[in-house]
């Protein structure tokens, strides 16, 4: 994860100054049918969320670390609204995830789903297993890797879910024939 380092630093990346560079071993990395990026920030203003004017920085919101929006990809909506993730069943998807901030950490889950592989703080030498939720600092990353079995609307979250009302919520649509047994009906 980059940034930039101009004073207030935490004021610029509040504002979107960070990203994410992949450095991949010689052989690269596994192939997977779908890959994603997907960054939260958390972000500070004057007037409340949703606010149809003018946002400009409240430092003091910011020094308390009291959030206004917490968000993925730099906008509310980002992942659910203005650009759709897609995947089909039987495909491996792999999402590099990583936290801007500058200072909350995200409890990164899917609702839904679990993550058949993390790539713990991006480290590219150590591999979890079905690990339900994942731990990502600010100034981090992680890539997680999951297996689609079961058509669905899956819910991007930070599990800290009083954000989900502040922006932080994606979603990634699977489209195709479930596997059987996967999800079945209770019997009642
Ligand atoms: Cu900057």
Known sequence: MYHCATPLVPQHIAAGMYGMILVEPEQGLPKVDR?????????YTQRPIGAKVH???DLQRMSDELPT????????GALSKTHKMQA?????VRIYFGVGGPNKIASFHIIG???????????LNTI????????VAPGGATIVELKM????SYLLVDHALSRTGKGAVGVLEVTGEGVPGVYKPSAL
């Open 128 to 135: 979890k297993h079905s690990v339900q939720t994942t731990v």
């Open 69 to 76: 929006y917490y968000v993925f990809n730099g906008a509310v």
């Open 55 to 57: 946002q400009d920085v």
């Open 149 to 152: 079995d079961h058509p669905g």
């Open 113 to 123: 789903e679990v993550f058949d592989k993390v790539y713990s703080e991006a480290a």
């Open 35 to 43: 890959e994603f990026y997907v960054m939260q920030g958390d972000m």
């Open 88 to 92: 089909k069943v039987g495909e491996t």
